[in-house]
C-alpha cells in the first residue's frame, strides 16, 4: 500500500523568501505524484504532477517539484513567495496503471509573513 | 463548464438525523469520489466510484451509504447522523489515471 508523509504541518516564511515544503511517500510500485492547494474556504485544485519522463515539474503560480526516486521524495519548492500563496499544500500519490485512487498526505499549512 | 457542484454548502444536524450530500459533474469523467476532511487528517476517502453502477469503499465508510445515480451524479448519504461525522466533505471527479478535480466542499455539523 502506498503513502504519504509531509514531514511539516505548518510553515511559516516571509513574503518574498523561497520556500520548500517536503513531501516523502511510500510504495513497492510505481507512482504518479501530485501536489494539490487549497485556498482559504475552497476546495482543492492541481499545481502539478509528476507521471513519467523528468523528474522536474513545472506547475502553476510559479511552483516546481522534483521527484526522486531513490530518496523517494517529491519537493514542492517556490522561488519566491507572496502573499497570495497562504494556502494548504497537500501532496498525494496513486498506483500506475492501476485504479484511480489517490492517497493524500495531512498537508501543510503555508504563512506568508509580512 | 461548472466542474464539480455539491449542494448544499452548509448543513446543520440533529444526531440522529439523516440527510444527502449531492455532488454532480459535467466534465464526462467515469470516476467520481467522496472525502472528508478533519483537521491535522487530510482528506479520507469514503467512497468511490469507476464507473456508472459501480461503487467501492474507501478507507472510512462506516456510517455513509452512496448512489452513482448516472454517470454524472455521485451522491453521499447519512442515515443516521452522529457528532463524529461533523467534517468538510468534497466530491472529486476525474478520467483514468489523471488527475482529481474537487467541487467547493460542504460544511456539515452534527450537534
Known amino acids: 500500500a502506498q503513502s504519504v508523509t509531509q514531514l511539516d504541518s505548518q510553515v511559516p516564511v516571509f513574503e518574498e523568501a523561497p520556500v520548500e515544503l517536503r513531501c516523502n511517500y511510500s510504495?513497492?510500485?510505481?507512482?504518479?505524484l501530485f501536489w494539490y492547494v487549497q485556498y482559504p474556504n475552497q476546495g482543492l485544485q492541481l499545481l502539478l504532477k509528476?507521471?513519467?519522463?523528468?523528474?522536474l515539474v513545472k506547475g502553476i503560480n510559479g511552483f516546481e517539484a522534483e521527484f526522486n526516486k531513490s530518496q523517494t521524495s517529491f519537493h514542492l519548492r517556490k522561488p519566491s513567495v507572496h502573499i497570495s500563496d497562504t494556502a494548504e499544500y497537500f501532496c498525494a500519490v496513486s498506483r500506475t496503471g492501476r485504479d484511480d485512487k489517490i492517497i493524500f498526505g495531512k498537508g501543510t499549512r503555508l504563512h506568508i509573513l509580512p | 463548464n461548472a466542474g464539480v457542484t455539491q449542494t448544499p454548502k452548509f448543513q446543520v444536524l440533529k444526531t440522529g438525523q439523516s440527510m444527502t450530500l449531492q455532488c454532480a459533474q459535467d466534465?464526462?469523467?467515469?470516476?467520481m469520489y467522496w472525502y472528508r476532511q478533519d483537521p491535522g487528517m487530510g482528506l479520507r476517502l469514503i467512497y468511490y466510484?469507476?464507473?456508472?453502477?459501480?461503487?467501492d469503499k474507501g478507507e472510512v465508510p462506516n456510517g455513509y451509504n452512496v448512489s452513482r445515480l448516472n454517470k454524472r451524479e455521485f451522491s453521499l448519504r447519512l442515515e443516521s447522523a452522529a457528532p463524529s461525522q461533523t467534517s468538510v466533505y468534497f466530491c472529486?471527479?476525474?478520467?483514468?489515471?489523471?488527475?482529481?478535480?474537487f467541487g467547493p466542499g460542504t460544511r456539515l455539523t452534527v450537534t
Open positions: 472529486a471527479s476525474s478520467r483514468p489515471l489523471y488527475e482529481q478535480y
Open positions: 509528476y507521471l513519467s519522463g523528468s523528474t
Open positions: 466534465m464526462n469523467h467515469n470516476s
Open positions: 466510484s469507476a464507473s456508472e453502477g459501480t461503487t
Open positions: 510504495s513497492s510500485v510505481s507512482v504518479y
